[in-house]
């Protein structure tokens, strides 16, 4: 295949496929590569987010894409219209997050794909800011279902949808549906996302997310990679304004992990014991 939306190096057995999903969307590159029956990695980048699926003998077993792994991160991925790809031929994952089969895995893709087509008309974007439109005209009782109002408690005019996506432990995309209808409804506006303010607790907060830290490798062990990368996170996110959002981000994420590490009585304990940390914050 050739073309400006791809160079493809041969021989096929020594592969370097690389290209721009503009030109042709990431289903179409997994089906090309998948045939051939390759084992290597993908690379997709788009401005400062990376993403990656792996494939063994043609087949995705891995895929992840900042705290998205296995289907929902293909799925995050599909919808990408713009951005560049890159196949390392070889590249084995350290693990193996996905069995479905890349036909059911590619079919939920292209019917996500085609959601994300509608919802793109009043959602442009994930980093958008949902913010709650009161309207003093309205006189009609206003009825949310479960999924509106757990979405509802976590709009602050701040937190983009992705961010509301990671502390709910569920896809953007998910986000975006619920708020679609929200939207539709003019219960709530997106905007984008304000400017960066010095926050005077800034020092305090990176202290504060320093010691739950700690913390979490006292109770759950030093080394894991887990803990380390959402604290690098939230450090990150302290710096560009989020404050305390990056701490409850922090704090949910290193809940999530000690639930897989040791369990829910252990999750408990520290839980009770990361608030006593920031009962005074």
Do not use: C
């Amino acid at each position: 295949m050739t073309g400006r939306a791809v160079e493809l190096a041969a021989p096929w057995s020594e592969m370097a496929f690389q290209g721009s999903l503009k030109e042709l969307p990431l289903p179409d590159i997994i089906q090309l590569v998948s045939v051939s029956g390759k084992t290597g990695m993908f690379t997709l980048a788009r401005e400062s987010e990376k993403g990656f699926i792996y494939l063994r003998n043609g087949q995705m077993v891995h895929a992840e894409i900042g705290e998205l792994v296995g289907e929902e991160a293909i799925y995050a991925l599909a919808i990408w219209n713009h951005g560049d790809f890159q196949f390392t031929a070889a590249e084995e994952p350290q693990r193996q997050t996905i069995t479905k089969s890349n036909t059911n895995l590619l079919m939920e893709a292209a019917r996500r794909i085609d959601e994300w087509r509608v919802l793109s008309k009043k959602i442009s974007s994930i980093e958008l800011v949902p913010e709650l439109h009161p309207r003093e005209d309205r006189h009609e009782q206003i009825t949310l279902n479960p999924q509106e109002w757990r979405l509802v408690t976590w709009i602050n005019g701040d937190r983009s949808i992705s961010e509301i996506g990671k502390l709910l432990d569920i896809s953007s995309f998910e986000v975006a549906k619920v708020l679609y209808g929200m939207i539709t409804s003019e219960l709530v506006v997106l905007k984008k996302k304000r400017d960066p303010i010095p926050d005077p607790r800034q020092g305090e907060l990176t202290a504060l997310a320093a010691r739950i830290r700690a913390l979490a490798e006292e109770m759950l062990g030093s080394g894991h990679k887990s803990i380390e990368r959402h604290y690098r996170s939230a450090l990150e996110g302290i710096e560009s304004g989020g404050g305390v959002a990056a701490i409850e981000t922090l704090i949910v994420e290193i809940e999530k992990t000690a639930s897989l590490l040791r369990g829910l009585a252990i999750t408990q304990e520290l839980r009770s014991r990361i608030s006593q940390l920031t009962s005074s914050h």
